[in-house]
């Protein structure tokens, strides 16, 4: 079965750092682009980043970028998320996605077809 | 960056009712437009890519159309695990973009 499980979400002091990870099963990892996705509480989805399946490309949405890396081990079939300066507003569940199509390019149209459960960070005093 | 309105932002329908839920694009993403639904405390969950082609195990009852700025979700025959939120996305251009989302209640 093709899955995807997010750990590492916890809470954090604003300006404090955390590293989420989702670990990948059931499918050649390395043949596929891998995005997160966060969800603040009751609001709708935004696109955080992604990374291709070589983790030589990467992407990131402004709000994050130059704060958040985004990173995987081909060998341990698992994607990473680094997450420093954290705000406030970071505050979300964050969701790892996989691109539909192997052998995608980062930002090349795919739609997202396997989510992982989720991982809630919170960033709060 | 492109921006996403979906409307409704809500709606009460029945089991059994056709529902239609319309995504508007800010600038032609040609047929890069997919739908995803979501219940609440789980991921979303693929159901219509590329505008129009329907997601492996996802029932017929679910139709997507549209192209350029403006897209429609279709659903025949609400049946009761369709009461949900629905989300569309572009990924025409990074950043892939979601619409606000549209609530489906009974």
């Known amino acids: 079965e093709v899955q995807l499980l997010e750990s590492g979400g916890g809470l954090v002091q604003p300006g404090g750092s955390l590293r989420l990870s989702c670990a990948a099963s059931?499918?050649?990892?390395?043949?596929?682009?891998i995005n997160w996705v966060r969800q603040a509480p009751g609001m709708g989805l935004q696109w955080v980043s992604s990374?291709?399946?070589?983790?030589?490309?990467?992407d990131y949405a402004d709000s994050v970028k130059g704060r958040f890396t985004i990173s995987r081990d081909n060998s341990k079939n698992t994607l990473y998320l680094q997450m420093n300066s954290l705000r406030a507003e970071d505050t979300a569940v964050y969701f790892c996605?996989?691109?539909?199509?192997?052998?995608?390019?980062?930002?090349?149209?795919?739609?997202?077809?396997?989510w992982g459960q989720g991982t809630m960070v919170t960033v709060s005093s | 960056d492109i921006q996403m309105t979906q409307s409704p932002s809500s709606l009460s329908a029945s089991v059994g009712d056709r529902v239609t839920i319309t995504c508007r694009a800010s600038?032609?993403?040609?047929?890069?437009l997919n739908w995803y639904q979501q219940t609440p405390g789980k991921a979303p969950k693929l159901l219509i890519y590329?505008?129009?082609n329907l997601q492996t195990g996802v029932p017929s009852r679910f139709r997507g159309s549209g192209s350029g700025t403006d897209f429609t979700l279709t659903i025949s025959g609400l049946q009761p695990e369709d009461f949900s939120t629905y989300y569309c996305?572009?990924?025409?251009?990074?950043?892939?973009?979601f619409g606000q989302g549209t609530k489906v209640e009974i």
């Open positions: 996305q572009q990924t025409y251009s990074p950043p892939q973009a």
């Open positions: 996605a996989k691109d539909r199509i192997r052998g995608s390019l980062v930002g090349a149209g795919m739609a997202f077809d396997i």
């Open positions: 590329a505008t129009s």
């Open positions: 990374i291709s399946g070589s983790g030589g490309t990467a």
């Open positions: 600038q032609s993403i040609s047929a890069y």
């Open positions: 059931g499918f050649t990892f390395s043949n596929y682009v």
